[in-house]
């Protein structure tokens, strides 16, 4: 997997050594409630933990971190040493929980599962079984974890405020961490970067952190990195201006890429977009198999389609060419059409992320084909293309596939072609379709060979 080196830097949050201490902590708890365990000796007690923090990735400098946790853990009383006899009757010094603790597991053995929980999911939300295993607490910990976590999928507030007053977290960010560990995406429906949903999945387009400028891997960006990486679910939060917001969904980050996109300020900006498939629960246990199967195939991986259109390419979709004339138009077609193949061949290279990838177009294509349609409707069956222009100053225009991509049509030039908006209406719905379509691919493919040859 494509791994951040967090232990280095993560950025906001708990230090390296409470992550060390709190694995010392949950790891003697492990040792208490897995019967048959003894208490260990010290340099036992500092070579299991640190085995544990090197699996984990949680220690940055090996055994002195297991040291470092054990000296914490006695100083603040949560463990104490102890004399036993070992096996051939001399005294040994053991370590292990104090003995007020150990007590309360005992009695209280429902109390001590949710405090054991609070520092799991604060230190390590969304345990791995693995893990769990690990430290010993798969058993006392699994099935209780995730129960006492607030707030609860469905729950409405009137006010950001109000959820930061109660959950922690900066009110104003659009991503934010809360007190108990989990990162919290919000969106908003009435805004007009209402983050979309994948039609075929029902997974969500989530863009990030960042109302202007290009948006860089920082922040919350960043804290969605790092679930991304760790797989970790977040909480998914959608609000409207009548109700204000409600926690919709828990959701896994099953792709990154960042794409062309335009801010508040009406500025074409490289943004992140997180795709989110929702999930029951931070328990991975109850993930679908398909979601588990995409995050498999995803690897972390990250798709950058604003390396397709670089600087200037990106402003102004057909005046420009008009001004370079045709042999410019010939380079620049050229250019676009081999790096709208090559996405298309990474496209091609997944199957599970596939349905993702027909919904993110490859922008290079469609850059290539308003060039090519120099600002007019293609179909050469079009009975009048409106001369008027959009609002925005763009030519009437709506780049189409040919042959549909949910059909193995490619995202390529050739398989599309720039249709007025009557055009394309007599395209999808028009009682000649078929014969139209056939006309369409016969144009498209015939533009593009004389671009290609020019
Ligand atoms: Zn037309």
């Not at 769990?132 to 609860?152: H, K, T």
């Not at 001369?387 to 042959?403: A, F, I």
């Amino acid at each position: 997997m494509n791994k951040l080196n967090l232990a280095k830097e993560r950025k906001s949050g708990p230090s390296e050594k409470d992550f060390q201490s709190s694995v010392g902590f949950l790891w003697s708890v492990g040792q208490k409630v897995t019967q048959g365990k003894v208490a260990p000796s010290r340099s036992e007690a500092s070579d299991d933990l640190s085995s544990i923090l090197a699996t984990f990735n949680i220690s940055s400098d090996g055994k002195k971190g297991a040291d470092r946790a054990i000296d914490r853990l006695l100083e603040v009383g949560l463990w104490d040493v102890a004399t036993h006899p070992n096996t051939s009757g001399g005294p040994v010094e053991v370590v292990q929980l104090a003995p007020e603790y150990s007590d309360f597991i005992d009695t209280e053995p429902q109390w001590a599962a949710s405090v054991v929980s609070a520092v799991l999911t604060r230190f390590f939300p969304g345990p791995s079984k693995e893990f769990l295993d690990n430290i010993g607490l798969e058993g006392f910990a699994r099935g209780r974890l995730y129960s006492s976590l607030l707030p609860q999928t469905g729950e409405w507030f009137s006010k950001r405020l109000g959820i930061s007053a109660e959950y922690g977290g900066d009110w104003v960010r659009g991503i934010v961490r809360f007190e108990d560990g989990y990162v919290s995406a919000f969106s908003k429906t009435s805004s007009p970067y209402a983050d979309k949903v994948i039609q075929s999945t029902g997974w969500i387009a989530y863009v990030g952190d960042g109302l202007y400028g290009d948006q860089n891997l920082i922040s919350g960006n960043w804290k969605m990195a790092e679930c991304q990486d760790q797989r970790i679910p977040v909480r998914f939060w959608r609000g409207d201006d009548k109700r204000g917001y409600r926690f919709e969904t828990w959701a896994v980050i099953v792709q990154r890429r960042r794409q062309w996109g335009i801010d508040k300020y009406d500025n074409e900006r490289k943004e992140y977009v997180w795709v989110l498939a929702p999930v029951p629960s931070p328990d991975v246990e109850s993930w679908p198999i398909s979601i588990r199967d995409a995050l498999d195939d995803d690897m972390a991986k990250f798709y950058d389609e604003t390396r397709e259109l670089v600087g200037e390419d990106v402003e102004g979709f057909v005046q420009d060419e008009l001004e370079v004339g045709l042999r410019g138009l010939v380079e620049s077609y050229a250019c676009l059409n081999s790096r709208a193949s090559e996405a298309e061949m990474v496209r091609r290279a997944t199957s599970t992320t596939r349905k993702i990838q027909d919904y993110f177009r490859s922008p290079s294509a469609r850059k290539a084909v308003m060039q090519r349609s120099g600002g007019r409707c293609e179909s050469p069956e079009c009975l009048g293309h409106p001369y008027e222009r959009s609002v925005n100053g763009d030519p009437m225009l709506e780049v189409d596939h040919v042959r549909d991509l949910a059909q193995g049509g490619k995202d390529v030039p050739v398989n599309m072609i720039a249709l007025c908006p009557n055009c394309h209406a007599l395209k999808t719905r028009g009682e000649n379709k078929d014969e139209l379509r056939k006309a369409l691919v016969k144009a498209a493919r015939d533009k593009h060979q004389k671009l290609i040859s020019g």
